[in-house]
């Protein structure tokens, strides 16, 4: 997999925890802690383990349902990191070019680099390639583990792409606009045998007429001066009435909210993610945790932090700087004092650790 994380590129950072493996599989495997980007090698042995561990879902004494799905979690972050990294700004645009590996000979199946979100018929393709690649793994002469992680990584990022896309239509797919109108059986219903009018008709039928007004001699001497009654407005230019409703800008409004929740769901998804690769399964590190709004405690100048359990922090840190990660994550404005001096309520400086602590330990705010 090409890997073109810009230098000082925040995956640099991240670090990717595995799930401890029973004895029986640490005889043979070994998953170490991933810093930075993975490489092939990385990712191919947790595929190897999830291989073991499925092999055993036939035998109920060895099988573990909960480590496949940490094993799953943990695929997930390797790949999320490696997607990053590959296509960073892919998240701002929907014509990037995803590239599938070369496929030997020997499977008959042909994959196209493929721009955009796939089709169906794109993704398919690709599940056809894996599943006949899978299906050589006891033939080691044949079976490729990296071109299988190569293939396995271009479904997870074709698939991310589609996810992309379709969150966007659908935010953006206008909802209709119910508006009160009365029926061709109401109308018969309510007047009947009412005779066919006019457009211009219509508009006078619903307009009140307006007051009589007083002969003004100007008139006669500045006839194009005269002022435009209410219902001549209307009649002259229905299309204004409608513009000045407001119907279109609400409408345009409405899609402006749906892009502002869509941008906030890729934000809350991409800080979660984000999160769960520096986490994942017992690092509970530092100043590489997002808060929600995407920023990193290293950019207000904070110290970095661990929190060896949910209540407590290995080292000690000043109040201002406890203060400054609550401000940071959003939590414990209630333990902060108001004066404007980055300090601690009296007699709260435990009470903002443990909190401290604890969000930094589970990645959320427990109640």
Not at 49 to 58: D, G, K, P, T
Request: hydrophobic letters at 35%; charged letters at 20%.
């Amino acid at each position: 997999m090409t890997q073109t994380n810009p230098k000082g590129s925040f995956v640099n950072f991240l670090t990717c925890v595995p799930p401890p493996l029973p004895e029986y599989l640490t005889k043979t495997y070994n998953l170490k802690t991933i810093t930075g980007v993975p490489t092939d090698e990385d990712v191919k042995k947790i595929h190897d383990v999830i291989r073991a561990v499925n092999h055993l879902s036939n035998v109920p004494e060895m099988y573990d349902p909960k480590l496949s799905t940490q094993l799953a979690r943990h695929l997930f972050s390797v790949q999320m990191a490696v997607y990053r990294s590959e296509y960073p700004l892919s998240i701002l645009s929907l014509d990037t070019t995803y590239t599938p590996p070369a496929i030997p000979s020997h499977i008959p199946i042909s994959l196209d680099p493929i721009i955009g979100a796939p089709s169906d018929e794109q993704i398919h393709s690709v599940h056809r390639a894996i599943h006949i690649m899978e299906s050589l793994v006891n033939t080691p002469f044949t079976f490729d583990p990296i071109l299988s992680t190569k293939l396995s990584q271009h479904l997870f990022n074709v698939q991310f792409a589609r996810y992309l896309q379709d969150s966007i239509q659908v935010q953006l797919t206008p909802a209709p606009i119910q508006t009160q109108t009365t029926s061709h059986e109401e109308l018969s219903y309510n007047i009947p045998d009412t005779p066919e009018i006019e457009v211009g008709a219509s508009y006078q039928r619903e307009v009140p007429e307006p007051p009589a007004v007083e002969p003004n001699p100007y008139n006669d001497i500045h006839p194009e001066s005269t002022i435009q009654t209410p219902v001549e407005i209307a009649t002259a230019s229905p299309e204004n009435s409608v513009r000045e409703s407001g119907v279109p800008l609400l409408e345009a409004n409405c899609q402006l909210n749906r892009v502002e929740e869509l941008l906030k769901d890729i934000r809350r998804a991409l800080v979660g993610t984000h999160n769960d690769m520096v986490r994942c399964r017992g690092s509970y590190r530092y100043n590489a945790m997002m808060n929600e709004r995407g920023e990193l405690p290293w950019l207000n100048n904070l110290p970095y932090i661990t929190a060896s359990s949910p209540t407590y922090l290995s080292e000690t840190y000043t109040d201002a700087q406890i203060v400054g990660y609550l401000r940071c994550y959003n939590i414990g404005g209630e333990l902060i004092e108001n004066d404007g001096t980055e300090s601690l309520k009296k007699d709260s400086e435990g009470a903002a650790r443990s909190l401290l602590a604890s969000f930094l330990y589970h990645g959320y705010h427990v109640q």
